[in-house]
């Protein structure tokens, strides 16, 4: 068992849709957890990170987290097209450990 | 803020050759530095892990002899393809984090996509 599992997707919707990406995890010292975008071909982009459990929200994105389910999600509000990218959970203990990513969901939002 | 840079962005080089790839973190510095790989539709795969002025750390099944990293400073570190081949053609994309950071986040580079014919 991968210690971060992650749909690879794909997954199409519709613009305007709102989109739910999940990770699942089995290691209960990650604190930190983070989502990253990868565009086709180039490196991935932070777009949130969250400490614990809780959540957090910036503009269209929501990122949850359940430390109790081990499960984090983020969310994307009116999905637009450029928004069609790779989707990577990714997570660590802290301290300046290494991160553990999942295997990435790949998105379409199509018009 | 936070930005990190790869040079080349793609290479194409002859079997046998080495090749070198630069990172530079442009706005901060950066005590350690990531390496990773990621081949077509799969996630990246960590190859080492380098601190300023110490030797880096490579996760296992990774030849450190056959890629060597210099982490020199805190704004550049370097991964060097010793004797390519074409097995090793893949993307090679750098990361960066800098201590005092409570988040742990980590600061991608755009990526270097190696050939080897």
């Known amino acids: 068992q991968k210690e971060v599992e992650q749909d690879p997707g794909p997954l199409s919707v519709p613009e305007g849709a709102i989109v739910s990406l999940n990770c699942t995890y089995s290691n209960s010292a990650f604190q930190y957890f983070m989502w990253y975008r990868q565009y086709s071909r180039k490196g991935p982009e932070l777009l949130m990170y969250t400490y614990s459990s809780g959540n957090k929200e910036d503009g269209r994105f929501t990122a949850q987290v359940d430390k109790s389910s081990k499960y984090i999600s983020l969310f994307i509000r009116d999905s637009q097209p450029s928004d069609s990218a790779t989707y990577l959970c990714a997570m660590n203990p802290g301290g300046g450990n290494k991160l553990t990513f999942g295997t990435g969901t790949q998105l379409k939002v199509e018009l | 803020g936070a930005v990190v840079s790869q040079h080349p962005s793609w290479v194409i080089c002859k079997s046998g050759t080495s090749v070198k790839i630069e990172c530079r973190s442009l706005?901060?510095?950066?005590?350690?530095m990531f390496w990773y790989r990621q081949f077509p539709k799969q996630s990246l795969m960590l190859m080492a892990t380098s601190n300023e002025g110490s030797k880096a750390t490579y996760e296992q099944g990774v030849e450190k002899d056959k890629f060597l990293i210099n982490h020199a400073s805190l704004t550049l570190s370097t991964l060097t393809v010793t004797s390519a081949h074409p097995e090793d053609s893949s993307f090679y994309i750098c990361s960066a984090t800098t201590s005092g950071q409570t988040t742990d986040t980590q600061y991608f580079g755009p990526g270097t996509r190696l050939t080897v014919l």
């Open positions: 706005d901060f510095q950066a005590t350690t």
